[in-house]
């Protein structure tokens, strides 16, 4: 039997395609739902630094913890591990695994977020 852990979520609540990305995972992931608790990078500085988390790094990448704190996906391993368990995304969760599209979609989340916290101007300088 496979083990239930509650998965922490911390992502950009400031952003309005990753509010909508939330919505859509939660109605997408039926009763699997319940064992996901998101958490407002931008509204929990604190628990972020319980977690060795900065704010600048959570706004950079999608962080994913289990309720232990000692498991943390981040980026695109934070999508899979989110993806994976779910039968209707298990698919896109190999896909974006596979050796060609993982660092690719890596490359291009990454200059994606950045472009949109400088635009915003939410951080002041990108670390590379």
């Not at 992931?29 to 959570?58: C, F, P, R």
């Not at 779910?86 to 596979?98: D, E, H, S, V």
């Not at 977020?113 to 915003?120: E, F, S, T, W």
Request: net charge positive; hydrophobic share 45%.
């Amino acid at each position: 039997m496979r083990s239930t852990l509650k998965l922490i979520v911390f992502y950009d609540a400031l952003c309005p395609s990753c509010v909508k990305d939330q919505e859509n995972y939660q109605r997408w992931a039926g009763d699997h739902a319940k064992n996901i608790v998101w958490q407002d990078a931008t509204s929990h500085e604190a628990l972020l630094k319980q977690y060795g988390v900065s704010l600048d790094e959570a706004l950079l990448e999608l962080h994913v913890f289990d309720e232990t704190k000692q498991i943390m996906h981040k980026e695109i391993d934070a999508y899979i591990q989110l993806l994976a368990p779910i039968p209707k995304l298990k698919i896109f969760a190999i896909l974006i695994n596979l050796p060609v599209i993982r660092p690719t979609l890596s490359f291009l989340y990454r200059r994606w977020v950045k472009r949109r916290l400088l635009k915003q101007g939410r951080v002041c300088k990108i670390p590379k």
